[in-house]
């Protein structure tokens, strides 16, 4: 109860400051007065007494300021001063001040584009209520781990698994949106009815399809399709969309940032029930129905308070009723549960190894952000040399030490406002460049790095910690000096120059600028082996493209057939072509399928059979695509009506499944034992399907015009330019049918540079951060030489009057800074060499003790260093010995 009278008192006092100023005023002069009358009364001169009075009374200005730290919001008052005076400061040195700025606006905005980019991949939630709750369901069995379901087995697992609240099923493709003429092609996401109720999505416009609406034709629009073909405007509920030719009902629009659940896939354009699926996913008949698609992924939320591990022991024993019931397909089913609090895509990206990399992408920028940090404090040392008078002046009137510190401290926070602001386009610059990192995919990806509240925050934070790490070190050198030798004309007294924390700073700044180097180099060597490396295929030379005539509402199986062989077969005949082919995939696309492989008399136990990568092809395809056949042929015309059905299977497989015995002539079934029987007649060579640094693989092929699928990508081999062949072959397409959509027509190699695009981005960004790393280091040295130079003019003067050589000068200043570069360099090593980051996980063939690597970056770095020295080498050769002593 007595707090609030004493408030209302402060509060008050605010309110009449000038009143308390003048009251203050009256009484320190009231007593120096009273002191001065006693004096006079001892007989000393009025005005000796009054300085005597003044000298008794000690600092008035001192009493006035400890009696307003009594004062309420005085701790406020304070620093806005001190934040005015900041300003001042570094508005009259406008040099520094712009060094200063952009060092920091390097290193933060490069860390705040790298935090936008990881925060998009790693740490932003999915836009659903309680994401922590969501997890991805998957099969593993035998050697395949992240299967897939069907259908029937997610409605048991709906049925039984008790420790989800919900299930949700989904799978995604391509459709066809618009009429007949010129349709869209866009990636869609085939649901079941509780979808969004589980995900608890709210809608930007309208409602979403719900339980009851499995078998409705009505369709959900995602935002950026909603603004690009229909302008945004509202009256989109209820319009009519045909999706493959069938009229869809628009129900509603999702939110913008509502992008799926996937990550580094294609963004949906439309969400659809998947009841729908006979008009919306070609050649899907009985998808519903049959255990043997699995195609669905599950998506489930936790009842509160379950663990995963409960979840899981819940999911496996309806996986083990399953296997009683299905043994030939079920067989040692588990599963495996994948936390979907964030977009995750496990096949193409485990969460460990995004992980993994996304604290290396960290450590990395961090690592600049702390060489601009050691730039701007080996500014701010010389500064303070500048500024020594000043301080001098101020703690003599006073001012105690903490309060300096307080006001150096204010100034490096400003200079680090400063910094964050400049940072900001530096920011958005750099996440457009990385969004150039990306590979080219045919449909829209639903990576999209982008400039947020949490990236402005995360800006701020680093801008005040940055403010802390420059400023405490030099903030608490000047305050720590005595005030004796600045008072005697800011000449630097013994001990006053402490050029030993400059040294300190440049080492340091040296060595994690060589650690951020040796990174940058070990990625660009990885780059260079990962682009060396024979991928069992032809990468160059060759043009690819996707064709899907059944988003075409006029095509059905028998057309597509006959559209195909018209498109082969324009082809073929084209100058410069040497050979065509096609299959449902292409290695390394990311688009690949497995399916176990019982050979033929072989026990059928799902869990001992092998897993092979399952591929779609036709005749001419192993010559398209530049792999060649050891043993045996490729599919033929003939193939397709023959009573025994062809495969082809790669070396891997065959030795797996015969050891020590020719393949070809032998049989095999595909998905279970009792499946039809299958003769192999062909053994291809191993590829990398999947990633490029996969352990070799199990492969098998079988033709694609037997199990006719729709979508299929088309491979041209070029005689010569494959680029020139870009024009030709979109004609012959056009020929074949205008109405066809062409999808993706680019290189062989852009199309699988999605393999390439993890070394390639990490190759990317390393070589940047060790651009800005060795520039400001560069600025460190060039810093400290100068200042060195400048402090030192009169020694070197005196070496010249004495004899010395322009030369010998030159290295006297080169030399001293090769020193620091080489101290630097050393610490930088043996932290690249010892200390674990885990960087090895992300090279592909170099190890972190690359020679080479390690070599290169002492030699570069060295070679800059002396270059940073050289200008104020120069500059001090230059001097004229008699004309500086006389000065000095």
């Not at 008078?389 to 300096?404: F, N, Q, T, V």
């Not at 062989?565 to 050979?579: I, K, Q, S, T």
């Not at 006719?708 to 062949?725: F, H, I, K």
């Amino acid at each position: 109860m007595e707090a609030l009278p004493r408030w209302l008192r402060r509060l008050s006092r605010l309110a009449h400051r000038r009143r308390l100023e003048r009251e203050m005023d009256d009484e320190m002069r009231f007593h120096v007065e009273m002191e001065a009358a006693e004096l006079v009364r001892e007989g000393m001169p009025p005005a000796e007494a009054r300085r005597q009075a003044l000298l008794r009374f000690g600092g008035v200005e001192r009493f006035k300021e400890e009696a307003r730290d009594a004062w309420p919001l005085r701790g406020a008052e304070r620093v806005l001063a001190d934040l005015r005076y900041a300003l001042r400061s570094l508005r009259r040195a406008r040099g520094f001040t712009t060094a200063a700025v952009l060092a920091l606006a390097l290193g933060i905005g490069a860390n705040a584009a790298v935090f936008g980019t990881v925060d998009s991949i790693a740490f932003r939630p999915l836009a659903a209520r309680a994401p922590e709750e969501l997890v991805a369901l998957y099969g593993v069995q035998g050697e395949a781990g992240l299967l897939n379901f069907s259908w029937p087995a997610f409605q048991d697992f709906r049925r039984g698994a008790a420790a989800f609240s919900d299930l949700a099923a989904f799978t995604e493709g391509p459709v066809s949106l618009g009429g007949r003429t010129e349709p869209e092609i866009a990636w869609a996401v085939h649901a079941s009815d509780n979808y969004f109720t589980l995900l608890g999505v709210k809608p930007a416009l309208g409602a979403f399809f719900g339980p009851g609406d499995l078998d409705a034709p009505v369709v959900v629009l995602s935002h950026a399709l909603w603004l690009r073909r229909f302008g945004g405007y509202p009256d989109v509920v209820g319009r009519t969309l045909p999706v493959n030719g069938t009229p869809f009902t628009v129900v509603g629009v999702a939110p913008a940032q509502f992008t799926g659940t996937r990550l580094f896939t294609y963004e949906p354009s439309v969400w659809l029930p998947a009841g729908m699926h006979a008009n919306t996913i070609p050649g899907s008949a009985g998808l519903l129905a049959r255990h043997d698609a699995a195609r669905f992924i599950l998506l489930g939320r936790l009842r509160p308070g379950v663990t995963p591990a409960r979840a899981r022991a819940g999911a496996d024993a309806v996986a083990r009723r399953l296997a009683a019931e299905h043994p030939e397909l079920y067989r040692g089913l588990r599963t495996r549960l994948v936390s979907n609090r964030t977009p995750i895509n496990p096949w193409l990206a485990p969460p460990a190894r995004i992980a993994a990399a996304a604290r290396m992408v960290l450590l990395g920028v961090a690592l600049v952000l702390l060489i601009a940090c050691a730039d701007v404090a080996i500014l701010l040392l010389a500064r303070m040399t500048v500024r020594r008078r000043e301080m001098a002046i101020r703690l003599s009137l006073g001012a105690s030490r903490r309060r300096l510190v307080q006001q150096l401290l204010t100034e490096s926070v400003a200079l680090a406002a400063l910094g964050a602001a400049a940072a900001l386009p530096v920011a958005w610059l750099a996440m457009r460049g990385v969004q150039r990192l990306f590979p080219r995919l045919e449909y829209a990806s639903t990576l999209r790095p982008a400039a947020g509240a949490r990236v402005f925050a995360y800006a701020a934070l680093l801008a005040l910690g940055a403010a802390v790490v420059f400023g405490l070190a030099p903030a608490l050198q000047a305050c720590r000096r005595s005030p004796a030798p600045g008072l005697r004309g800011g000449e630097a007294g013994p001990g006053g120059r402490r050029p030993g924390l400059r040294e300190l700073l440049v080492v340091a700044q040296v060595a994690l600028s060589v650690l951020v180097l040796v990174s940058a180099g070990l990625f660009l060597r990885s780059l260079r082996q990962a682009r060396s490396l024979d991928p069992g295929f032809a990468v160059d030379g060759a043009l690819a493209f996707t064709l899907d005539p059944r988003l075409a509402p006029a095509y059905d199986s028998a057309r597509s057939r006959l559209v195909y062989a018209r498109v082969l077969g324009r082809l073929a005949e084209l100058p410069g072509v040497r050979a065509v082919g096609r299959a449902a995939s292409v290695p390394l696309d990311g688009n690949s399928a497995v399916v176990r492989v019982f050979a033929d008399g072989a026990p059928a136990d799902p869990e001992r059979a092998p897993v092979a990568e399952y591929i779609l092809s036709g005749p001419g395809w192993f010559r398209a695509i530049g792999t060649p056949l050891v043993a045996g042929r490729d599919f033929v015309a003939a193939d397709t009506g023959a009573r025994s059905e062809p495969v082809v299977v790669n070396e891997v497989l065959a030795r797996r499944l015969w050891p020590g015995e020719p393949a070809v002539g032998k049989r095999l079934r595909l998905d279970s034992a009792a499946g039809p029987p299958l003769e192999v007649v062909g053994v291809a060579r191993a590829s990398k399907y999947r990633a490029l640094g996969e352990a070799p693989r199990a492969a098998v092929w079988r033709d694609l015009d037997r199990a006719a699928r729709s979508r299929s990508t088309v491979v041209v081999r070029a005689a010569g330019n494959e680029a020139a062949l870009l024009p030709a072959v979109r004609a012959a397409v056009r020929e074949a049918d205008p109405a066809l959509p062409l999808i993706g027509l680019g290189t062989l190699r852009e199309r699988v540079s999605v393999a390439y695009a993890a070394v390639r981005s990490g190759a990317s960004a390393a070589l940047g951060f060790g651009v800005l790393a060795v520039l400001l280091a560069a600025s460190g040295i060039y810093g400290v030489v100068s200042y060195d130079v400048t402090q030192r003019r009169r020694e070197i003067a005196i070496r010249m009057a004495l004899g010395a050589g322009r030369a010998a000068v030159v290295r006297l200043v080169v030399g001293r800074a090769l020193r620091l570069a080489l101290a630097g360099t050393v610490l930088g090593l043996l932290g690249a060499v010892a200390v674990p980051t885990g960087i090895e996980r992300m090279l592909f063939g170099v190890s972190r003790t690359d020679p080479l690597a390690l070599a290169a970056s002492v030699v570069l770095f060295c070679a800059i260093a002396a270059l940073a020295a050289f200008l104020p080498a120069q500059r001090a050769a230059r001097l004229d010995p008699m004309r500086v002593l006389r000065l000095e």
